[in-house]
């Protein structure tokens, strides 16, 4: 049993009593989400319901694959699994989600700025920001997330100042914001 929002690749090994071992990798295609099961699986975010507001929208931003750093394993599925999750509280026209290549700082500007902007009824909107990936500190009071094409050298430039990000969503005015930032500001890899 698994559950996947995407397509996937599952590897089936089999050892025989002789110690031979064979493995095949098969693919997974998800045409079309379906779910017949007797029991609910404990992180499948397909299941979460909740009172819904039409008006809430998402920035969703994962970025496992840098161009200047080390990777950060994981973070484009953990903003993967996230979206899933989003659909059963925002319209998918309200969610924007930025993976690896596509969370340029650019991007991800666009994202926060221009798309965002034009999504939020001032008042009436719920906000979620998910980030998951790098974070540098400048100092004890400026940090960054970076993006998949930051420079750690140059992170006023090329990075998303944190306070920065604040002050612009607070700026359009939405009934609530929740920031969800998995991320840590030691310059260090999840391998260490």
């Given at each position: 049993?698994?559950?996947?929002?995407?397509?996937?690749?599952?590897?089936?090994?089999?050892?025989?009593?002789?110690?031979?071992?064979?493995?095949?990798?098969?693919?997974?295609?998800?045409?079309?989400?379906?779910?017949?099961?007797?029991?609910?699986?404990?992180?499948?975010?397909?299941?979460?319901?909740?009172?819904?507001?039409?008006?809430?929208?998402?920035?969703?931003?994962?970025?496992?694959?840098?161009?200047?750093?080390?990777?950060?394993?994981?973070?484009?599925?953990?903003?993967?699994?996230?979206?899933?999750?989003?659909?059963?509280?925002?319209?998918?026209?309200?969610?924007?989600?930025?993976?690896?290549?596509?969370?340029?700082?650019?991007?991800?500007?666009?994202?926060?700025?221009?798309?965002?902007?034009?999504?939020?009824?001032?008042?009436?909107?719920?906000?979620?920001?998910?980030?998951?990936?790098?974070?540098?500190?400048?100092?004890?009071?400026?940090?960054?997330?970076?993006?998949?094409?930051?420079?750690?050298?140059?992170?006023?430039?090329?990075?998303?100042?944190?306070?920065?990000?604040?002050?612009?969503?607070?700026?359009?005015?939405?009934?609530?914001?929740?920031m969800f930032l998995d991320t840590c500001y030691s310059g260090v890899s999840r391998k260490g």
């Open positions: 049993d698994l559950y996947s929002p995407f397509s996937t690749q599952i590897t089936i090994a089999a050892t025989d009593t002789f110690g031979n071992r064979n493995e095949i990798v098969v693919e997974v295609e998800i045409k079309e989400q379906t779910v017949i099961a007797e029991k609910l699986e404990p992180l499948n975010p397909s299941k979460i319901r909740r009172n819904v507001n039409p008006n809430t929208v998402a920035i969703i931003i994962g970025i496992e694959k840098y161009d200047k750093i080390v990777s950060s394993p994981y973070s484009n599925l953990d903003a993967k699994y996230f979206t899933e999750y989003v659909k059963n509280v925002a319209s998918s026209n309200n969610i924007i989600t930025l993976v690896d290549d596509k969370a340029s700082r650019n991007e991800s500007m666009v994202a926060l700025v221009k798309d965002l902007r034009a999504k939020i009824n001032p008042e009436v909107s719920d906000v979620l920001i998910f980030f998951s990936g790098h974070g540098l500190a400048a100092n004890e009071k400026d940090l960054y997330l970076m993006t998949n094409d930051s420079d750690s050298d140059l992170l006023e430039f090329t990075a998303l100042n944190r306070q920065e990000i604040i002050k612009i969503v607070a700026s359009y005015k939405p009934k609530s914001v929740t």
